[in-house]
């Protein structure tokens, strides 16, 4: 996922997405939530943004739960 995201100049936001839940996933939730930020910021349309926010609301749901 880094190397895509290194490659679209994090411009692609299906990438930034996958790369957002790839650091998530292992542990680097700060950078995942601001790159799942862009990802919602960059989306197309209403069905694509919806998703994303999802995540991100996941993300900082889960990030808050693990802070206690």
Known sequence: AKIAYEAT???NV???DT???ALFE???REQAIK???A???ASRN???RIELEANLNRFK????ENAK
């Open 9 to 11: 100049g994090g411009t």
């Open 14 to 16: 299906s990438i930034l």
């Open 19 to 21: 790369y957002a839940n």
């Open 26 to 28: 292992t542990g680097q």
């Open 35 to 37: 790159l799942e930020e």
């Open 39 to 41: 990802a919602v910021k």
């Open 46 to 48: 209403d069905r694509e």
């Open 61 to 64: 749901r889960l990030a808050k």
